[in-house]
C-alpha cells in the first residue's frame, strides 16, 4: 500500500523567510515517482516538480528547491525569500509500479505568506 | 502552452439528477484521469483511462460512475444519480505517458 504523509497542516511566515514543506512516503515498490504540486486559492493544481526513484540529486529552480532522500523516505520542498504569490496549498504525491497513473496525494500544507 | 481544460467552472444540481463533466485533455497525451477534492480535504484517485478502457479505478469510483471519450478530444464522467456527498472539486488530469499529470481548473459541483 501506499502512503503519503504531509505533517503540517498550515505554515504562517512573514514575506522573504524561507519555508520548508515536508514529505515522508511509504511505498514497497523500488520503482516509483514523486511529485509536488500547487493549488492556489484559484483552485487549479499546478505541476511543479516530479522525481523518479532513480534519482536522488536535489534540484533548484529558482526559489524553489527539492530535498529526496530515499534513506529517509522524505521529499521536502523549500521555498527561499517567501513571497505573498506562494501563499497556496503543497501537494505531495506519489505513484509506483503497483498501480502506474494512481496518484496518491497527501494532506496538503497551506502556507501562508504575509507582507 | 496546451492546457487541459474543463467544463463547466461550476454546477449546482438536485440529489438524484444526473450530471456530466467534461474535460478536454491536452491533445498528444495518451493517458487520462478523474480525482476528486472534497472541500478542504486532499485529492483522491477515481478512475484512468487508457486505449478507450478504463485502467484502473478506486473504491469511490462505484456503478453511479461512469467515463467516456466520445470523440478524439473531449473525455467525460457521468455520475448517473447524485448524492450531497458527491459535493467536490473534480479535476480532469491528462499524461502523455505514465507519468506526469497536467491537470485542469476543476469543475465545483454542489449537490443540493
Known amino acids: 500500500a501506499q502512503k503519503v504523509t504531509q505533517a503540517q497542516t498550515e505554515i504562517s511566515v512573514v514575506e522573504k523567510e524561507d519555508v520548508t514543506l515536508d514529505c515522508v512516503y511509504e511505498?514497497?515498490?523500488?520503482?516509483?515517482?514523486l511529485f509536488w504540486y500547487k493549488q492556489p486559492p484559484s483552485g487549479e493544481l499546478v505541476f511543479l516538480i516530479r522525481r523518479n526513484s532513480f534519482d536522488e540529486q536535489n534540484e533548484i529552480s529558482g526559489r524553489y528547491s527539492w530535498n529526496f532522500q530515499k534513506s529517509t523516505s522524505s521529499f521536502n520542498f523549500t521555498i527561499t525569500a517567501s513571497q505573498v504569490v506562494d501563499s497556496a496549498v503543497y501537494f505531495c504525491?506519489?505513484?509506483?509500479?503497483?498501480?502506474?497513473?494512481?496518484?496518491?496525494f497527501g494532506a496538503g500544507t497551506q502556507v501562508v505568506v504575509t507582507p | 502552452e496546451p492546457e487541459v481544460t474543463q467544463t463547466p467552472s461550476h454546477q449546482v444540481t438536485q440529489m438524484g439528477q444526473e450530471v456530466i463533466l467534461r474535460c478536454v485533455p491536452i491533445s498528444n497525451h495518451l493517458y487520462f484521469y478523474w480525482y476528486r477534492q472534497i472541500l478542504g480535504q486532499k485529492v483522491e484517485f477515481l478512475v484512468s483511462?487508457?486505449?478507450?478502457?478504463?485502467?484502473?479505478k478506486s473504491e469511490i469510483f462505484d456503478d453511479q460512475f461512469s467515463v467516456e471519450r466520445p470523440d478524439g478530444s473531449n473525455f467525460t464522467l457521468k455520475i448517473r444519480s447524485t448524492k450531497l456527498e458527491d459535493s467536490a472539486m473534480y479535476f480532469c488530469?491528462?499524461?502523455?505517458?505514465?507519468?506526469?499529470?497536467?491537470f485542469g481548473p476543476g469543475t465545483r459541483l454542489l449537490v443540493l
Open positions: 504525491a506519489l505513484t509506483s509500479t503497483d498501480s502506474w497513473g494512481k496518484f496518491q
Open positions: 488530469a491528462s499524461s502523455e505517458a505514465d507519468e506526469t499529470q497536467y
Open positions: 511505498t514497497r515498490d523500488t520503482t516509483y515517482y
Open positions: 483511462f487508457y486505449n478507450n478502457e478504463i485502467s484502473e
